[in-house]
């Protein structure tokens, strides 16, 4: 999980959506209503007029160039700013501590424990256990407070249940270790790893 | 004190369990923004260039005005529907892109209290693991598919051995019960008859 503003996304794909579905119903129905065709000729005729009028009228003294090319320019460029924008800001919002403690509260001032050391110690416990593929650890602020996730991919036909137990264990393990109570979720996935490795544990 | 720290950190799980369980959109946000920056930056440069006095890319502002304007008579007609029809549906796969839930196939579980999202996917592989270890019937003859609210198990028993729905009913019902889904499920069991052993 990452912070993406989904509500954005969802507006922006709404929005382009709309245009996008406008332009190209509007084109077929051009074609293919005669009303709208008839209809489109003289809108469009008026829009023409309307244009040349204003380009003649905002023309900057002196030159061919008229304000009203150099606004939509202006436009244009503002909205590609805008969308890139939108996009750079996809993702983010992972946090690297996961504890930190006020100054005062501990004799030995702040405390600031890592997400790496967290994330180092879940994995190599895990790491043991025949029926994990693979886990991760990440930690994101929500709502300006850390959330540890960890997120594990089993072998194949390995029963959830068991999985939660485990790092159920671990994760309790990790708060007296650290001694403090670290909010945290569990994700269990599947993927082409668990779809490739032998499904059965190896008898050992 | 106790009690609004303990409302803020549940409303910061229900904020992670709205996430983990529906789709950010953002595969689909980006490539509607990548769309829209390729397009508007074609019409940019068109003006540009006629800014310039210079040839236009493809169509200079004012021809492109004057193409517009006799929209109806431009041929070949056929391609600017089909472009426009692809446009179109575009826009309404968007549309329903940003107004759907976007559902991921996920189920919580709430077996120690710890918030748990699992992949239906892993849900089903254990249950047909599970039918399979109590009731003697190979791992792949039981096929077992999770959705949202059913649980639809099939299983190709060998000729002669007899396996009741019931039991394997009862199965799936005991292990649903260790993981403690949030989401209630229905459970449909099929046997499947082997045809090998109609005949036989």
Do not use: C
């Amino acid at each position: 999980m990452n912070d993406t503003n989904r509500f954005l996304n969802r507006t922006l794909l709404l929005l382009i959506g709309l245009v996008f579905f406008v332009v190209g119903a509007g084109v077929v129905a051009v074609f293919a209503w005669p009303a709208a065709a008839d209809w489109w000729s003289s809108a469009s005729t008026s829009a023409r007029t309307w244009m040349d009028n204003a380009t003649r009228q905002t023309l900057i003294a002196g030159s061919t160039l008229s304000w009203g090319a150099a606004g939509s320019l202006a436009a244009i460029a503002l909205l590609i700013v805008l969308l890139i924008i939108a996009l750079a800001r996809l993702g983010g919002g992972h946090t690297r501590s996961l504890v930190r403690t006020g100054g005062q509260d501990s004799p030995a001032g702040r405390i600031i424990i890592d997400t790496g050391f967290a994330s180092d110690a879940l994995r190599a416990s895990l790491e043991h256990r025949p029926e994990i593929l693979s886990s991760r650890v990440s930690v994101v602020n929500v709502r300006r407070a850390p959330m540890m996730h960890l997120s594990v991919t089993p072998r194949q036909n390995t029963s959830p249940g068991e999985i939660v137990d485990d790092v159920d264990h671990l994760l309790d393990s990790l708060a007296a270790l650290t001694g403090a109570e670290i909010p945290s979720y569990l994700s269990i996935h599947t993927g082409l790893r668990s779809k490739l490795a032998r499904d059965q544990r190896r008898i050992a | 004190m106790s009690t609004s720290r303990s409302t803020s950190a549940s409303t910061a799980f229900r904020r992670i369990i709205r996430r983990e369980t529906h789709s950010p959109r953002s595969v689909a946000m980006a490539s509607a923004v990548v769309l829209a920056v390729l397009a508007l930056a074609y019409v940019g440069t068109e003006i540009v260039l006629s800014l310039f006095s210079q040839p236009g890319l493809l169509l200079s502002p004012a021809a492109a005005g004057t193409w517009l304007s006799g929209l109806p008579d431009q041929q070949p007609a056929w391609a600017i529907v089909t472009v426009s029809l692809l446009l179109a549906l575009l826009g309404v796969v968007f549309i329903v892109l940003a107004l759907t839930p976007g559902r991921l196939p996920k189920h919580q579980l709430t077996r120690t209290g710890r918030v748990v999202l699992v992949d239906n996917a892993v849900i089903a592989a254990a249950l047909a693991q599970h039918v399979s270890d109590h009731t003697g019937i190979a791992r792949d003859r039981v096929t077992v598919g999770v959705s949202g609210r059913v649980v639809d198990i099939v299983v190709t028993p060998d000729a002669g051995v007899p396996v009741s729905e019931e039991t394997i009913r009862e199965l799936i019902a005991a292990e649903l019960d260790v993981y403690q889904l949030v989401r209630p499920v229905k459970t449909r069991v099929r046997t499947a008859q082997q045809r090998e052993g109609a005949l036989a």
